[in-house]
């Protein structure tokens, strides 16, 4: 696809106006619920698709880098200045800064490559869920509840990014073990409890860790891949620092902390292979640490073949209140290793799979 397609393409999905040679910015902005400034996903992805205007079409993004360096404000335009650190024949290299009122809000760092073929491949398995029958979805007429009005016992609910609508349903696993802790945070189970007098266990601690259906409920087949990419950038961000605060607001914690703030403090996608996301595709993450008000999340997206496509990390600043008088104990979650298992590869010349034990 030629720049001025892929061009009119962003300016379109990201509100994106052309100011001077390599600088770009945007009237629009979004700032969820009762966040302090305008939402991460947004700047990433538009700063993404900076970058991309500036590189050869034959590239793609491989991996992004960025900080969050103060809150962006809304109705103020956000520009974004690119700067190209490199063009290689394999690999080209792209700096943005994004700023409101000539203050830096954020940076980002891009890497692109140009497609090439390797025989050696492996990745990890995709975790083990029920399936979505979406021509059932379909028929029984699922459309979605609103972003404002969604619990976690929805079925489905609607986001929106940028001008698009984003389906989000809560993936059920296969473990019964697993269900059983993600059912943790879900409404109607506290409600169930706090009806019933049940009290807690001290081992009933919401694992910080979830599984998520995402889709674009909009057929997107014409874009280019570097639009999906942006796209992806922006739903990457939608919620997943929450998975930290988990073990800390639900079950045996419920109602002990009080969790008075949560920002993004940087933002990494490795971008492994190309994604719709029109297509239904499975973001697992997880929080592998939590100190100093800081907390750690990764993620990992598959398609519904169960191909990796991309991974991401993020550190946040969490700060929370003790709202009982006791010290918490800190808590340890088992960590695995990866074991051989190509029962369920694609196809016999798909990338190796391995499974957490």
């Given at each position: 696809?030629?720049?001025?397609?892929?061009?009119?393409?962003?300016?379109?999905?990201?509100?994106?106006?052309?100011?001077?040679?390599?600088?770009?910015?945007?009237?629009?902005?979004?700032?969820?619920?009762?966040?302090?400034?305008?939402?991460?996903?947004?700047?990433?992805?538009?700063?993404?698709?900076?970058?991309?205007?500036?590189?050869?079409t034959k590239f793609r993004a491989?991996?992004?880098?960025?900080?969050?360096?103060?809150?962006?404000?809304?109705?103020?335009?956000?520009?974004?200045?690119?700067?190209?650190?490199?063009?290689?024949?394999?690999?080209?290299?792209?700096?943005?800064?994004?700023?409101?009122?000539?203050?830096?809000?954020?940076?980002?760092?891009?890497?692109?490559?140009?497609?090439?073929?390797?025989h050696i491949t492996h990745q990890?398995?995709?975790?083990?869920?029920?399936?979505?029958?979406?021509?059932?979805?379909?028929?029984?007429?699922?459309?979605?509840?609103?972003?404002?009005?969604?619990?976690?016992?929805?079925?489905?609910?609607?986001?929106?990014?940028?001008?698009?609508?984003?389906?989000?349903?809560?993936?059920?696993?296969?473990?019964?073990?697993?269900?059983?802790?993600?059912?943790?945070?879900?409404?109607?189970?506290?409600?169930?409890?706090?009806?019933?007098?049940?009290?807690?266990?001290?081992?009933?601690?919401?694992?910080?860790?979830?599984?998520?259906?995402?889709?674009?409920?909009?057929?997107?087949?014409?874009?280019?891949?570097?639009?999906?990419?942006?796209?992806?950038?922006?739903?990457?961000?939608?919620?997943?620092?929450?998975?930290?605060?988990?073990?800390?607001?639900?079950?045996?914690?419920?109602?002990?902390?009080?969790?008075?703030?949560?920002?993004?403090?940087?933002?990494?996608?490795?971008?492994?292979?190309?994604?719709?996301?029109?297509?239904?595709?499975?973001?697992?993450?997880?929080?592998?640490?939590?100190?100093?008000?800081?907390?750690?999340?990764?993620?990992?997206?598959?398609?519904?073949?169960?191909?990796?496509?991309?991974?991401?990390?993020?550190?946040?600043?969490?700060?929370?209140?003790?709202?009982?008088?006791?010290?918490?104990?800190?808590?340890?979650?088992?960590?695995?290793?990866?074991?051989?298992?190509?029962?369920?590869?694609?196809?016999?010349?798909?990338?190796?799979?391995?499974?957490?034990?």
């Open positions: 696809m030629r720049i001025d397609q892929i061009k009119k393409q962003l300016q379109d999905f990201f509100f994106l106006q052309e100011a001077d040679k390599d600088i770009y910015f945007t009237e629009v902005t979004h700032i969820p619920g009762a966040a302090r400034g305008v939402f991460g996903g947004q700047v990433v992805a538009q700063s993404l698709a900076c970058a991309i205007l500036t590189v050869d491989h991996s992004l880098h960025s900080y969050f360096l103060l809150a962006g404000k809304k109705d103020v335009p956000i520009y974004y200045h690119v700067e190209r650190i490199r063009d290689g024949k394999s690999f080209a290299s792209r700096t943005v800064v994004a700023k409101q009122k000539g203050k830096i809000i954020f940076s980002l760092s891009a890497s692109f490559q140009k497609p090439e073929f390797s990890h398995k995709a975790p083990a869920v029920i399936p979505i029958n979406e021509a059932e979805r379909k028929n029984r007429g699922s459309g979605g509840s609103s972003e404002k009005n969604y619990s976690f016992d929805d079925d489905e609910y609607l986001v929106d990014v940028g001008a698009l609508k984003l389906s989000v349903i809560r993936a059920k696993p296969e473990d019964k073990e697993l269900d059983k802790n993600l059912g943790l945070s879900k409404l109607h189970n506290i409600r169930y409890r706090a009806e019933n007098g049940i009290p807690y266990e001290e081992n009933e601690i919401r694992a910080p860790y979830d599984l998520t259906w995402y889709k674009i409920i909009k057929n997107l087949e014409h874009l280019a891949p570097q639009v999906h990419q942006c796209i992806l950038a922006y739903i990457s961000d939608w919620g997943f620092l929450s998975t930290s605060r988990f073990p800390h607001a639900y079950g045996y914690n419920a109602k002990k902390n009080s969790l008075d703030m949560t920002v993004s403090l940087d933002h990494t996608i490795w971008f492994h292979s190309d994604i719709r996301v029109d297509k239904r595709f499975l973001f697992e993450s997880e929080s592998t640490r939590m100190v100093n008000s800081r907390a750690l999340v990764y993620g990992r997206v598959y398609n519904s073949s169960g191909e990796l496509c991309a991974s991401v990390s993020q550190e946040g600043l969490v700060r929370a209140s003790n709202l009982t008088k006791s010290v918490p104990k800190p808590l340890y979650f088992k960590s695995t290793f990866p074991k051989l298992d190509n029962t369920t590869a694609p196809d016999s010349s798909g990338p190796k799979m391995f499974a957490k034990l």
